[in-house]
């Protein structure tokens, strides 16, 4: 499989659960309002993706039905089947130049506005 084919499997694979997907995290219910992501330049069968979550359940410790939560994360190409994809239970480490994309194309897209927006004001300080 090239580093096309992979691209092609994994963005029909995302691009079918963008948006208005409900998504459980635990006890924790949200839907994905938004979301983009790279192919890392260093391991081809690794995306990472920067998610943007409405909560839809209310939770411990003041959690409110409504908030806004963003989750940096990777999926894996499983090699058994070349078109199946999981999301890993682990933290991404994520290269210089692909976190450096993954939020150039954030900016790009409008549902990430109020993100980069904050982004930017913490940098400029």
């Not at 924790?28 to 998610?51: C, D, G, M, S």
């Not at 190409?77 to 239970?89: E, G, P, Y």
């Amino acid at each position: 499989m090239t580093n096309l084919d992979i691209e092609k499997s994994f963005k029909n694979h995302f691009n079918n659960k963008l948006e208005n997907e409900e998504c459980k995290f635990g006890d924790h219910t949200f839907i994905r309002i938004a979301a983009t992501y790279v192919q890392q330049t260093n391991y081809p069968t690794k995306f990472i993706a920067l998610e943007v979550f409405k909560r839809t359940s209310e939770g411990e410790l003041g959690l409110k039905k409504g908030d806004i939560e963003y989750l940096f994360s990777y999926f894996n190409l499983i090699r058994k089947n070349s078109d199946s994809w999981v999301r890993a239970k682990h933290h991404s480490l994520i290269p210089n130049a692909d976190f450096l994309t993954l939020i150039k194309k954030a900016k790009t897209d409008k549902s990430f506005s109020a993100f980069i927006s904050s982004l930017e004001d913490v940098l400029a300080e």
